[in-house]
Structures are given as C-alpha cells and as structure tokens.
C-alpha cells in the first residue's frame, strides 16, 4: 500500500489532522503522543521554527504510530530535507509547482493550498486530486467550498485556517471534503504549560464530532 492510500484509510477513520508547531523534539513528541491517544494519527509537523525538521524527525522515530507529514513547505529544498527526515506527506500554503514536481517524483504526496478557481485547475492539470484548502475561513469557508466541489468533480479538499470545533462538523459534512487541518488542537497554553492531556481531550472530541457527522 502506498503512502497515499495510507493516509486516505486514516483520515477516513478520523478526518482531521492537526498542526505541531514546537522548536524542541521533546515537547514536539510529547505533543504528538497526546494528538495519537486522542484518535488523531496523522500529524503535520510546520516549518516555522529552527528545528522544525528537527522536531518532525524525532517524531517520526518516537512515535511510530503516526504518519507524519511536513507543513508549511515552500521550497524544493525543504521538500528534499523533510524527505530525509522521514516525512511521509508534503503540505504547503500556496500552489508552488516545484514543490509539487520534486514531491510527485519522490512519490510523496503532496496537498498544496489553494483558494481560487485557477489555482484548483492548475492543481488539477498536475495530476492531483487532493488539495488544502488555505485559508479556508477567510477564502470563502464553506460556500466557496461548495462551489469548488460542484465544478471540480473527483477533487478533494482539505480546509485549514479558520477551522474549529464549533465549525468543524460543518465543514465535514461537505462531501468534497476528506479531512480538516488545524491548530485549534495543539494550543500554545496547554504546550506550555505541559499540559498535554488537554491536547489529547481536544483530539478525541474531534474524532467524536468526525464520527457524529460521518459514522
């Protein structure tokens, strides 16, 4: 199986996926291990500390039961430096066609952002078929979506900004949509504070607010 048709079978038990942000492997892990025992196992590790790559790498070496992805990716360079890190996805907040190009021929799959109808058509016409949808709160939310599935039939969406629990179920029930992205999960308070086990209620709420909406 490869490793899209991973993901899919994941985020098909828990649509959702949430955003680490951490410049130490220790709080990066510990926050991961709390996302996992709250139902969520697909994890996007963001670029936008030092020792991103770093955090993203202990991740994959100490939780082995996630599948963990790269986010915030904007070069060629960062692609081949997570892919070395044991990144199993790319994530990335605009439509970058080197990206895409370095990311399809290491057979990693990619979900570029998009927010326009030229940007779903040119990501359509390099061949993908899942696409994040950034930022979707202040890119039209879920009318926009609704009108993007309706003329991108087969494409699905991933929506990540804005998104929450009190609209997440909204977004789920969308039918372009496979899986939400957010930060919502991993507040900065509770990192700091150690306290982890408010990472871990806030992912099982959202995998039973996924499992109301889709069963």
Not at 50 to 55: G, I, L, N, T, Y
Not at 104 to 122: D, H, I, K, R, Y
Request: charged content about 15%.
């Amino acid at each position: 199986m490869n490793h899209s048709e991973t993901i899919a079978g994941r985020l098909r038990q828990a649509p959702v996926v949430p955003l680490v942000q951490a410049d130490d492997p220790k709080i990066a892990v510990e926050t991961s291990r709390a996302l996992v025992a709250g139902g969520l196992t697909v994890i996007e590790v963001v670029l936008r500390t030092p020792a991103a790559v770093q955090c993203l790498k202990a991740i994959v070496r100490e939780v082995p039961e996630a599948i963990v992805g790269a986010g915030t990716v904007l070069s060629e360079e960062q692609v081949e430096a997570v892919l070395l890190a044991g990144a199993k996805f790319i994530v990335s907040p605009g439509l970058y066609a080197p990206v895409v190009r370095v990311a399809q021929s290491a057979e990693l799959p990619v979900f570029p952002g998009v927010a326009t109808a030229s940007e779903v058509q040119n990501a359509w016409n390099m061949g993908l078929r899942t696409v994040k949808f950034f930022p979707a709160s202040l890119a039209g939310g879920i009318p926009m979506l609704k009108t993007l599935g309706s003329v991108f039939g087969g494409l699905s969406f991933m929506p990540t900004g804005g998104v929450s629990t009190e609209n997440l179920a909204d977004f789920l029930a969308l039918p372009s949509v496979l899986a939400c992205g957010g930060s919502w999960l991993t507040p900065k308070a509770a990192i700091t504070e150690g306290n982890f086990s408010a990472i871990t209620e806030l992912a099982s709420e959202a995998v039973a607010i996924a499992r109301k909406v889709r069963g």
